[in-house]
């Protein structure tokens, strides 16, 4: 009887093991279904980043520091303009 009892015992953990090392297997393969079975959402597409324009190149002032009465006056009317806008907000 001890015998018998030990022989299905072995068995019993053969079994187990094998299931054990068959389970990550079908986990890989999807469990036996196909791709985008019932009940699994369809594989995801990649994700495309694309490159944002450059910003618009502005004028550099002339080396030594200095800017043309033009170029005050724009930064002038730049610096309005901006802060016009945020004041509407």
Known sequence: MIRAMRSRLAA?????????????SLAQHGGG??????GRPPPAQPIR???AAPPPQTPHPPPGGRMSPEQRE???RDIQDANRNLDRR
Do not use: D, H, M
């Not at 019993?12 to 990550?24: K, R, Y």
């Open 12 to 24: 019993a953990g053969i079994a187990a093991a094998l299931a054990l090392a068959s389970a990550p």
């Open 33 to 38: 279904k196909g791709r985008g079975g019932p």
């Open 49 to 51: 980043f694309e490159r």
């Open 74 to 76: 724009q930064l002038r």
